[in-house]
């Protein structure tokens, strides 16, 4: 069982930044591959960004291209989504998720992941 604990949402301007985290439970977490997606009101949880075992390997949508960045830290459980020149349209709950079969091939739908945290609201204003 993996328990996945988000932090770092708020109500910020448009412009501004922020940084998520996601506190990752179990021994293996170096083993995992991680998501973030958002999901709108009215909306489907989309992808956002994901990070291979080390680190090295990176992917986004390409609405985020070139704002967001995702790191992880491995010594600490830890799955970060810095987020820059946030934008009105970036407003939804974002999700870390954890692929624990991760083999190398990028997930980018949601039902590739098995564990899932509950969420944290971001807001942008205009």
């Known amino acids: 069982q993996v328990q996945l604990v988000e932090s770092g949402g708020g109500l910020v301007q448009a412009g501004s930044s922020l940084r998520l985290s996601c506190a990752a439970s179990g021994r293996t977490f170096s083993s995992y591959g991680m998501g973030w997606f958002r999901q709108a009101p009215g909306k489907e949880r989309e992808f956002v960004a994901f990070?291979?075992?080390?680190?090295?390997?990176?992917y986004y949508a390409d609405f985020v291209k070139g704002r967001f960045t995702i790191s992880r830290d491995n010594a600490k459980n830890t799955v970060y989504l810095q987020m820059n020149s946030l934008k009105p349209e970036d407003t939804a709950v974002y999700y870390c998720?954890?692929?624990?079969?991760?083999?190398?091939?990028?997930?980018?739908?949601?039902?590739?992941?098995?564990?899932w945290g509950q969420g944290t609201q971001v807001t942008v204003s205009s």
């Open positions: 990070i291979g075992w080390s680190g090295g390997s990176t």
């Open positions: 998720a954890a692929d624990v079969h991760y083999s190398g091939v990028v997930p980018y739908r949601p039902r590739e992941y098995e564990y």
